[in-house]
């Protein structure tokens, strides 16, 4: 891992994956991570919090998500599917469709880690360079503020 907790270039990675450690509990964790609006964006119908539920991330023109809640773990590990995809600046619409989004939440000495993982975006999508730079703002930027400092900077809502 590099200094920004992504994994280094190699042919050997194939998702998409960042993480950072905080000494915040796993509970603080988990309870940002569903907070989505908090760091993400506000721009989101439904909930993440219900298991089985589907919620949509909406930045339209730009990008627009629709996803399906698969797993949640309580201060260990939160899992979200792809079902549908918008995406303004790939020509496959179907880039991210099947892929999971997971975060885990693990204990590290007097700290924890969170590792974003989306599995499904690899090297060879078109979004991929676009989309480290996003997750990576999002997740070591946005959610780890959110979660150190309380406070986010999700995209903010729509008038």
Request: charged fraction near 20%; glycine fraction near 8%; include cysteine.
């Amino acid at each position: 891992m590099n200094d920004l907790g992504r994994a280094a270039n190699s042919a050997a990675v194939t998702d998409f994956t960042c993480s950072f450690v905080t000494a915040k509990s796993a509970e603080a964790i988990y309870e940002a991570v569903l907070d989505v609006g908090s760091w993400w964006s506000e721009n989101i119908e439904g909930s993440p919090r219900q298991l089985g539920g589907e919620w949509v991330y909406d930045n339209l023109p730009v990008h627009h998500t629709l996803f399906r809640v698969t797993e949640l773990v309580p201060g260990k590990r939160v899992v979200w599917e792809v079902l549908k995809n918008q995406l303004s600046f790939v020509t496959d619409q179907n880039e991210w469709v099947g892929d999971r989004l997971v975060f885990e939440i693990t204990p590290e000495a007097e700290s924890h880690r969170l590792t974003f993982t989306q599995h499904g975006l690899t090297r060879a999508d078109q979004c991929y360079a676009i989309c480290d730079n996003a997750w990576t703002g999002y997740i070591a930027g946005s959610l780890r503020a959110r979660i150190e400092v309380g406070k986010g900077s999700p995209v903010l809502k729509r008038t």
